[in-house]
Nanobody
Framework: QVQLVESGGGLVQPGGSLRLSCRAS????????MAWYRQAPGKQRELVAL????????NYADFPQGRFTITRDNAKNTLYLQMNNLKPEDTAVYYC????????WGQGTQVTVSS
């Protein structure tokens, strides 16, 4: 049974930071390409960042503009998203995604940026 469990979301003031984690089980984590997506109320789910298996090459959507960093720890089966200088428009549910031949999703973690 594949499980992706996100954690680390919460309420933060504009300019603050959060570190999201996604712990995977039931898959050989190291061979999966991993990604973070987000979905704001009334909007479509969008890609935030992805990191490949093997070389751990990272790619980002345009909107983080250097504020977010995606990393992975294959020894811990865990994906991370460090988010700095958060803005109100970053408010969304953030989802972990694993992709190889199949695609798996976590349940999401809420991030709210508000003063």
């Amino acid at each position: 049974q594949v499980q992706l469990v996100e954690s680390g979301g919460g309420l933060v003031q504009p300019g603050g930071s959060l570190r999201l984690s996604c712990r995977a089980s039931g898959i050989i984590f190291s061979i999966y390409h991993m990604a973070w997506y987000r979905q704001a109320p009334g909007k479509q789910r969008e890609l935030v960042a992805l990191i490949t298996a093997g070389t751990s090459s990272a790619n980002y959507a345009d909107f983080p503009q250097g504020r977010f960093t995606i990393t992975r720890d294959n020894a811990k089966n865990t994906l991370y998203l460090q988010m700095n200088n958060l803005k109100p428009e970053d408010t969304a549910v953030y989802y972990c995604n694993a992709h190889l031949r199949n695609t798996y999703w976590g349940q999401g973690t809420q991030v709210t940026v508000s003063s």
